[in-house]
C-alpha cells in the first residue's frame, strides 16, 4: 500500500513541533491522519500504520491543548528586517528570470534595484549572516548587469539578435473581438470608479518588484460596521504579522476559514475549486495568482504586489493589489480580520478574497451568490437548481449530480434555508456550504459538505455523533474515522440526500464548457431608448439573436446571458431570455405570438441559463433578451454552447432604417356597440415588405387587417387581438389596399383612448 503522502506530511509535522511550530505540526499531522485513511479505510491497516495512526491521534490531542506557538509576528523590526531580505531575493529571482528569457534590459534594471536595496540593508541593523547573504547576491548582480552592458551594446549594433532569443509569449485568451465589441469589454473595465483592464497576453510580464513596498493605487478596501466596532484595528503588510509567509503551501478547502466578512457563497466556491484542483490536477485557482515563476507556479511577493484573474464583464480581468490587511493586536499577536488559511504562514486565501472584495465593494460586502463568485473565479456556466421548483425532481438531480461530479464536470456550493433551529440541526440559516463529494453507496445518498466557518457542523443523520446510520461497512466503503471526526471540528460533514433538501433551498452548480465541443459569444448593448420600458406588449426592439444548427441527432443547446455592470451592488435590473422556435420570420415582434418555446422568471441576478435538448434535424431558434421594466442602458455577453456546430448571429432589424409614417387618431366610440375600426389607403408602386405597428392603451385588445382593392382579406393579425400593441409583417405586390385598424370591445373605450399607426417598408409606400 503506498502512504507516501502521509508519511511525508508526517515527517513534516514531526520537524514543525521539534521547532515549536505548533500551529503547523497540528495541521500536517491532520493531513497525515486524512491520507492514511483515504489509502486504508479504518479497519484494514497494516500494524505499522495502526502504530502511526495511534501516535497522530495522540500528537492531535496534545497538540491541541497547546497555544503559544509563534505564528505571529511580536517583534515589528525584525519583521521589516526579515522582509527588506526577502524583497532582495525575490529581485534577485526576477532578474534571473529575466535574464534567463533574454530581457536584458529589464533585467539590468532589477540587478541595479539588487545592489542598491543591499547597500541599504548593509546599513540597516540585519544580523551579520543575513548581510553576507546579501552581499553575495549584490556581487552576482553587479558582474552579471556588467555582462548584460555588453550584450545591450551588442544588440544595438544587430538589433534582431535580441529579440531572436525571446521566447514567445503563450497565449492567454482569445480576444478575436470586432471594434463594436471592443468598446462593450472598455466601458464594463470600470467598476465603482475603480479600472480592472482586460487580462491579455501581455500581462504575464507583468512587474512585481518595486524599490518600495507596492501600494494600492485605489486605496485601502472599505470596512464593515463590525470591523470598525475593533478598538486598535490597523493594516498591516502580510510579512509584518505572518511569520515566514508563503503564497501556496497546498490548495485544499479545509484549510479556508470564513472570518468576520459577508462572504460565505465566495469562500465556499473557493473551496469547491480547490478541492476540483486537490482531485483533478486541474489548477483552477494557482493558475488566476500571480505573479509565478517559470514553472507557472504562484509565488509570494516580499515587495506586496499581487494580481489575480477575475471574470467579469465579459471577459477574464486583472485585480492588482497589495498584502494590506485589517488586523487587530492581542496579547497572543496579531489576528487577521479577513479570511484567511489555517495552514500557517500561508496567504493565497486572503489575497484571492481581497481581490474579489475589491471588486466587489470591500470587506463591507453584504452578501454575494456562489454561481456568481464560481462564474468570477473559473467561468464555468452558472445555474442554480432550486428544491422548491414544481419540476424538482431529487432522485433525478441527485443521479445527475453524482455521475457529472466524478467526471469533473461541475462545481457545487448548496444554500441553507432561512429561520433555521440551529442549535438543534448544526446548519446555519442563509448560509452557504461547498460540496466536496458525493456518494450513492448501499443506496444512502449522502453528500459531503464544508462550512466555510471551518466549525459548526450538521447534527442529524450521518453527523459524527449518529451511531444508527453509520455502519462499519459505510465507514470502510467512504474511509470515514468518526473516531477522529469526532474529536475535531473542521466544518466538515456528510448528509443524507431527504436531510439536504429539508434543511438547503438549493444548488448553485456551474458546469464545465469543455463539456460542449462547440461554443459562441457575443458582445452587446441595450440602449435604454430602444423600445418600451415593459416587455410585456411589445419586443420588436429587444435585442433578437438567430441560432441555426443542423445535424443527425440528439443535441444539447444551452444558452447563457450574463449582464455587465459598473456598480459592484446592481441589483436593480432583472433580465430574462425568451426562445421561440422555428419561426417564419427570424425577428418577433410580440412576446406570445408566436408563443414561446422556452420562457422563465425574470431574475435580478447577473446570469441566465436557458437549457434545451433537440433531436429535430434542423434547429432554428430565435433568442429574445428580455427585462422586467428597463431604466439603464445595458451591456452583456451573449453565450451558446453545444454538443453539435452551430451559427449564432445577432438577428438584423430590417426595418431600422426604413421608410416610416406615422399616424395617430383617437377612437370614436360607435352608439351601435359594434367594433370600432379605422381605415387608411395605402397605394404600393413595387412589391416590398410592410410592417404595421398598432399601440393604445394596455386595456384595450386591437388588432389590424390589409385588405386588397376588391375587400379580399389578404393579412390579418390572426384573427386574434391584442392587448396594448401588436404587429403585421406582409409580403405586397403593387396596387391598392386598405388599412383597417380596430378594437373587440368598445365599451372600455373613454374619450382620451388613442392609438398610434406606425408603417414601416423596405420601399415607400403612400398612406392617406
Same mark, same amino acid.
Given at each position: ?527 435604454? &431608448? =430602444?423600445? #418600451? ?5 411589445? *419586443?420588436? @426592439?429587444? +435585442?433578437?439573436? /438567430? %441560432? ?54 425574470? &431574475? =435580478?441576478? #447577473? ?5 434545451? *435538448?433537440? @433531436?429535430? +434535424?434542423?434547429? /432554428? %431558434? ?147
Amino acid at each position: 500500500m503506498d502512504n507516501k503522502k502521509s508519511t511525508n506530511y508526517a515527517r513534516v509535522a514531526f520537524a514543525s513541533e521539534k521547532q515549536k511550530k505548533f500551529k503547523k505540526a497540528l495541521f500536517f499531522y491532520k493531513e497525515a491522519i486524512q491520507w492514511l485513511i483515504k489509502e486504508y479505510g479504518e479497519n484494514n491497516f497494516k500494524s505499522d500504520d495502526a502504530k502511526n495512526l495511534d501516535v497522530w491521534l495522540a500528537k492531535v490531542e496534545k497538540l491541541r491543548t497547546i497555544t503559544n506557538e509563534p505564528t505571529t509576528v511580536q517583534n515589528n523590526e525584525d519583521a521589516i528586517i526579515r522582509n527588506e531580505f526577502q524583497t532582495i531575493r525575490y529581485l534577485l529571482d526576477e532578474a534571473i528570470t529575466y535574464d534567463e528569457q533574454c530581457d536584458y534590459n529589464k533585467s539590468l534594471e532589477i540587478y541595479t534595484k539588487v545592489v542598491e536595496k543591499t547597500i541599504e540593508f548593509k546599513n540597516g541593523k540585519a544580523t551579520d549572516k543575513l548581510k553576507l547573504q546579501s552581499n553575495k547576491w549584490a556581487y552576482h548582480s553587479l558582474d552579471r548587469a556588467e555582462i548584460i552592458k555588453g550584450i545591450i551594446s551588442q544588440n544595438k549594433k544587430d538589433p534582431k539578435s535580441e529579440f531572436e532569443k525571446r521566447p514567445v509569449l503563450k497565449k492567454v485568451e482569445k480576444m478575436s473581438l470586432t471594434p463594436y465589441e471592443k468598446r462593450i469589454i472598455i466601458k464594463g473595465s470600470s467598476i465603482d470608479g475603480n479600472k480592472y483592464a482586460p487580462f491579455v497576453s501581455i500581462n504575464i510580464n507583468e512587474k512585481y518588484s518595486s524599490y518600495d513596498l507596492f501600494s494600492d493605487p485605489d486605496g485601502l478596501l472599505k470596512l464593515s460596521k463590525k470591523h470598525r466596532t475593533y478598538q486598535g484595528l490597523t493594516w498591516k503588510r502580510a510579512s509584518h504579522f505572518v511569520c515566514e509567509p508563503q503564497l501556496i503551501i497546498q490548495i485544499s478547502p479545509f484549510g479556508i476559514k470564513q472570518n468576520l466578512v459577508n462572504d460565505c457563497a465566495f469562500l465556499s466556491s473557493l473551496s469547491a475549486c480547490a478541492q476540483y484542483e486537490r482531485i483533478h490536477g486541474k489548477r483552477l485557482i494557482s493558475n488566476i495568482i500571480y505573479p509565478q515563476n517559470l514553472k507557472n507556479e504562484p509565488i509570494y511577493n516580499p515587495c506586496g504586489k499581487y494580481m489575480v484573474l477575475l471574470k467579469f464583464n465579459g471577459v477574464y480581468r486583472k485585480i492588482v493589489i497589495d498584502d494590506l490587511f485589517p488586523v487587530i493586536e492581542t496579547d497572543e499577536g496579531d489576528t487577521i480580520l479577513a479570511s484567511f488559511s489555517v495552514i500557517p504562514n500561508e496567504l493565497w486565501v486572503s489575497i484571492v478574497e481581497k481581490a474579489f472584495l475589491k471588486v466587489m465593494g470591500g470587506y463591507a460586502l453584504e452578501s454575494s451568490m456562489a454561481m456568481k463568485d464560481m462564474f468570477m473565479l473559473t467561468g464555468w456556466i452558472p445555474e442554480r437548481i432550486l428544491f422548491d421548483d414544481i419540476d424538482f425532481d431529487a432522485d433525478k438531480i441527485f443521479h445527475l449530480l453524482l455521475t457529472r461530479f466524478h467526471k469533473g464536470d461541475c462545481l457545487l456550493v448548496a444554500s441553507s434555508k432561512k429561520d433555521l433551529d440551529e442549535d438543534r440541526c448544526g446548519i446555519v440559516s442563509t448560509h452557504a456550504y461547498a460540496i466536496l463529494d458525493i456518494r450513492n453507496i448501499q443506496n444512502n445518498k449522502i453528500i459531503l459538505m464544508k462550512n466555510p466557518w471551518h466549525e459548526k457542523r450538521w447534527k442529524g443523520n450521518f453527523s459524527v455523533d449518529d451511531d444508527v446510520h453509520w455502519t462499519p461497512e459505510l465507514r470502510k466503503n467512504l474511509k470515514f474515522n468518526q473516531k477522529f471526526a469526532k474529536v475535531y471540528d473542521n466544518g466538515i460533514f456528510w448528509i443524507d440526500l431527504k436531510s439536504l433538501v429539508t434543511f438547503f433551498r438549493g444548488i448553485d452548480v456551474n458546469w464545465n464548457p469543455s463539456i460542449f465541443p462547440h461554443s459562441a459569444s457575443l458582445h452587446d448593448t441595450w440602449n435604454v &431608448t =430602444n423600445g #418600451p420600458i415593459s416587455c410585456h406588449f411589445n *419586443i420588436k @426592439d429587444n +435585442p433578437q439573436y /438567430n %441560432l441555426y444548427s443542423a445535424g443527425n441527432g440528439k443535441r444539447a443547446i444551452w444558452i447563457h446571458v450574463n449582464r455587465h455592470s459598473n456598480n459592484s451592488d446592481s441589483k436593480d435590473e432583472f433580465i430574462g431570455l425568451v426562445i421561440y422556435k422555428n419561426k417564419k420570420t427570424c425577428r418577433v415582434y410580440e412576446p406570445n405570438y408566436p408563443e414561446p418555446y422556452k420562457d422563465g422568471v425574470r &431574475t =435580478n441576478s #447577473p446570469h441566465y441559463l436557458v437549457k434545451l *435538448i433537440e @433531436d429535430e +434535424p434542423e434547429v /432554428n %431558434l430565435t433568442i429574445v433578451l428580455t427585462q422586467l421594466k428597463k431604466s439603464i442602458t445595458l451591456n452583456y455577453t451573449l453565450s451558446a454552447y453545444s454538443s453539435f456546430s452551430f451559427q449564432l448571429n445577432r438577428t438584423p432589424d430590417i426595418f431600422k432604417d426604413s421608410p416610416h409614417i406615422h399616424a395617430s387618431d383617437v377612437w370614436i366610440k360607435e352608439s351601435t356597440g359594434k367594433n370600432i375600426e379605422a381605415n387608411y389607403k395605402m397605394i404600393v408602386q413595387e412589391s416590398t415588405t410592410v410592417l404595421f405597428q398598432l399601440t393604445t392603451q394596455k386595456e384595450l385588445a386591437i388588432g389590424i387587417q390589409l385588405l386588397s382593392e376588391n375587400n379580399l382579406n389578404l393579412y390579418n393579425t390572426e384573427n386574434i387581438y391584442r392587448y396594448g400593441c401588436c404587429y403585421l409583417e406582409a409580403n405586397v405586390e403593387p396596387g391598392t389596399f386598405t388599412v383597417k385598424v380596430s378594437i373587440y370591445d368598445n365599451t372600455k373605450i373613454t374619450p382620451s383612448s388613442s392609438y398610434n399607426l406606425d408603417i414601416y417598408s423596405l420601399k415607400s409606400v403612400q398612406i392617406s
